[in-house]
């Protein structure tokens, strides 16, 4: 999905420099927008008609890749590997036993898989939920569905109860300041887009507590509900006094909203247990294939393990980590193996901000120079459209011919921009960055809320995702030279 983010229009610097700092995936790709960072390069390895010789010698490879995915003996695999892993897993928030068990458990099936694979150590953030509700007392007694969101405070044991100012923007909160004193203010905030919108899940608590709020409830950031509310990171400014954060329903804002409007009162009780715990221990994922002739130069493909503590992170982003898997899995059973290491990233605590990501990228930027494309599945393994690619000119060059490798699947678009917490740091640095793009326009209804699980996924869309995924990966870590990066 395009995400088309105008964050800078909307946020004073502080939230923009926060959501450059990895606070939230889908937010980040704005940064990729700005003048600093254009894409400009001279650097031309190869003539045209050379690249695309080079990479139209891969056509049947590309073919082998895709039949097995798509109609052999791989067809479904990818599904199938997602229904056991997270039917038997769950969900796998930061911090969790469920997160430590998800994390042997792709051990041991990469292992078992005949992939090299490793664990790298990261602290990650702890935060649990602990038990939590919420209801309207005034004007009449409804219960409304709650989510707290990640790393917010909780209330004190007996509640907080408080009348309501609903708003529907950070505008209206600040134009109606002296109205926020005491109140639990509630944010009715319309959608416009994921990347847009997050801003009040992200801030909204802090922006209310300036103006003297107790509490703050969210409208969930998402274009559909059926009374699903949706949680997700939120981050409380510093210097600014920490007041409990949860979510509500579009259904239950939309409802307080026109009470509002109406003049009529409105009261509501609101508890959390929430708290956060010390660090906790968990790891990065990895499993590689060996590149035969240049070993230490590296092709990353990969999704994050770690899933919000509702549903099943089927979804967001246990489709992610499957197809980075299944790739890895199609090449091997072909018998192949490409001049440079393929190596998969189950990244840890990337929704807490990255946090495995980040560790990651300070380990090993010192092989920097060995990085010859980093790839990530965040957005879901619905239908692939195409490939999202941010690089040199002279790498676009060399992606437009592999991308035509995938005609088989009908997938013939190099798109530009490409966007992933867990690869922003390279992407940044220079490094080509890759993102796979399917027809998301259900991914926001079934993001971070109970609704993701097995039951959206397609077992043929996983199978076309893998084939693209796996096609991408080798081609680019078998060509003769590293793609070229940005001066
Ligand atoms: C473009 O190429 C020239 C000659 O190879 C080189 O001196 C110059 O630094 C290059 N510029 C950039 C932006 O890479
Ligand atoms: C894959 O799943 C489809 C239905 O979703 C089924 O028709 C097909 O037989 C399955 N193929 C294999 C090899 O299990
Ligand atoms: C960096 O690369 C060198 C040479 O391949 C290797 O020995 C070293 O372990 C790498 N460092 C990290 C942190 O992976
Ligand atoms: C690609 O598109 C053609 C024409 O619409 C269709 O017949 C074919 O089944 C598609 N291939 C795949 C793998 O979806
Ligand atoms: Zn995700």
Not at 12 to 26: K, T
Not at 211 to 237: C, D, E, K, M, W
């Amino acid at each position: 999905m395009a995400l088309e983010v105008k964050v800078a229009f909307l946020l004073p610097l502080f939230m923009i420099v926060m959501l450059s700092l990895g606070s939230d995936s889908h937010t980040l790709s704005e940064r990729f927008r700005s003048p600093a960072i254009r894409v400009v390069s001279n650097e031309t390895t190869k003539k045209a008609p050379d690249v695309a010789a080079e990479v139209g010698r891969y056509e049947d490879v590309a073919k082998r890749i895709i039949e097995l995915a798509v109609f052999g003996a791989a067809q479904n695999r990818s599904y199938r590997r997602l229904a056991d892993f997270t039917d038997t897993i769950g969900n796998r928030v930061s911090g969790s036993r469920n997160l430590e068990m998800a994390i042997k458990y792709m051990y041991t099936a990469m292992k078992q898989d005949g992939l090299d694979v490793h664990l790298e150590p990261v602290k990650i953030p702890h935060w649990v939920r602990g038990k939590e509700s919420a209801e309207m007392i005034m004007p009449r007694a409804k219960s409304l569905a709650i989510l707290g969101l990640g790393s917010s405070v909780g209330t004190p044991p007996e509640g907080v109860e408080a009348e309501v100012l609903v708003v529907q923007s950070f505008e209206e909160l600040k134009r109606r300041a002296s109205e926020a004193t005491g109140r639990i203010v509630v944010f009715n905030q319309p959608f416009i887009s994921y990347s847009e919108t997050v801003a009040y899940r992200a801030f909204g608590a802090s922006e209310a507590a300036k103006v003297g709020a107790v509490a703050t409830l969210i409208r969930s950031v998402t274009p559909f509900s059926i009374n699903s509310p949706h949680t997700g990171l939120q981050i409380y400014q510093d210097g600014v006094k920490r007041i409990p954060t949860a979510c509500i329903t579009v259904e239950d804002a939309e409802l307080m909203w026109r009470l509002a409007q109406n003049k009529q009162k409105i009261v509501v009780r609101l508890i959390m247990g929430a708290q956060t715990l010390p660090d906790a221990d968990s790891f990065n994922t990895v499993a590689e294939i060996r590149g035969w002739q240049h070993p230490e130069q590296v092709v990353l493909l990969s999704g994050h393990l770690d899933s919000w503590d509702v549903g099943q992170g089927a979804m967001d982003d246990g489709g992610g980590v499957m197809i980075s898997w299944e790739a890895l899995s199609l090449i091997k059973d072909l018998g192949l193996r490409p001049r440079r290491t393929l190596r998969a990233v189950l990244w840890t605590g990337e929704e807490q901000g990255g946090v495995g990501a980040q560790q990651y990228f300070n380990l090993h930027k010192e092989n920097i120079s060995n990085f010859d494309l980093v790839m990530e599945s965040d957005l879901g393994t619905f239908t692939p459209m195409g490939l999202q690619f941010l690089g040199s000119e002279a790498a676009r060059k060399v992606m437009e011919e592999v991308i035509k490798l995938l005609a088989p699947i009908n997938v013939t678009k190099l798109e530009t921009d490409a966007e992933g917490t867990d690869i922003f740091l390279w992407m940044q640095a220079g490094i080509p960055g890759a993102s796979l793009h399917v027809a998301d326009s259900r991914y926001f209804w079934f993001h971070h809320s109970e609704g993701d699980t097995m039951t959206v996924q397609d077992p043929h869309d996983m199978d076309l995702c893998s084939a693209l995924w796996a096609v991408v990966a080798y081609v680019v870590a078998d060509l003769e030279d590293m793609l070229a990066r940005r001066p």
